[in-house]
């Protein structure tokens, strides 16, 4: 089955404390894209993957971080949490950038406390 | 740079009635525009896209939306509205330039369907 899996689904954090939330695609997808969703703010694009090695900023990327070692992961990496990173995080991967669909994970909640 | 507004944060219907989800957009370039819808608790997932081809662009479900230039808007129809369709929706943009990378979401219209 084609899919987009993150890893966690939910996670509790205090601040400082760095962690990763794992993205995985398994439709050899060349673009992947980490959102963060914000209650009366829609989603907003953290940062954006073109291919292996080929990554750059969105809207917000303040405070994280990613790499594209393989083509179907993209981590996404909270160096050092604060509590206004507590959000509802989306992965989504496409066959060519954003021309084409987005097809969308689970989601992962993190609450940073 | 590219944003997306949609008017409405919250939008009521009776079961049968029109449903109509209004979205405009501003951008330097021609753009590509997208309709995501969101069920409870899951991720998004896309109901219509137009990409410079016809300007009315059908989508799944008995949803469609209409590209108009002159007014950069994309509002999203349907023609009766269903419980199932009960929802939050997402109107989006990106640029068909060089790089179609980056995607502006608006902040979304949650559909309420009354029996």
């Known amino acids: 089955e084609a899919q987009v899996t993150q890893n966690p689904r939910y996670l509790i954090t205090v601040t400082g404390k760095k962690l990763t939330v794992t993205c995985s695609q398994n439709?050899?997808?060349?673009?992947m894209s980490w959102y963060r969703q914000d209650p009366g703010l829609g989603l907003r694009q953290i940062y954006y993957?073109?291919?292996?090695?080929?990554?750059d900023k969105g809207d917000v990327p303040e405070g994280y971080k990613v790499s594209r070692k393989e083509k179907r992961n993209f981590p996404l990496i909270l160096e050092s949490p604060s509590p206004n990173q507590t959000s509802l995080y989306f992965c989504?991967?496409?066959?060519?950038?954003?021309?084409?669909?987005?097809?969308f994970g689970p989601g992962t909640r993190l609450t940073v406390t | 740079a590219q944003s997306v507004t949609q008017l409405g944060s919250h939008v009521s219907v009776s079961e049968g009635a029109l449903v109509l989800l209004r979205c405009n957009y501003s951008?330097?370039?021609?753009?590509?525009l997208f309709w995501y819808v969101q069920y409870p608790n899951q991720g998004l997932q896309l109901l219509l896209k137009?990409?410079?081809?016809?300007?009315l662009v059908k989508g799944i479900n008995g949803f469609e939306a209409e590209f108009k230039k002159s007014e950069t808007s994309f509002h999203l129809t349907k023609p009766s509205a269903h419980m199932s369709d009960a929802a939050e929706y997402f109107c989006?943009?990106?640029?068909?330039?060089?790089?179609?990378?980056?995607?502006?979401f608006g902040k979304g219209t949650l559909l309420t369907v009354n029996p």
């Open positions: 989006a943009v990106s640029d068909s330039g060089g790089s179609n990378y980056k995607l502006t």
């Open positions: 439709m050899n997808h060349e673009y």
């Open positions: 951008s330097s370039v021609p753009p590509y």
């Open positions: 137009y990409t410079s081809a016809a300007t």
């Open positions: 993957s073109m291919n292996v090695e080929v990554t």
């Open positions: 989504a991967s496409s066959l060519s950038g954003t021309s084409a669909e987005q097809y």
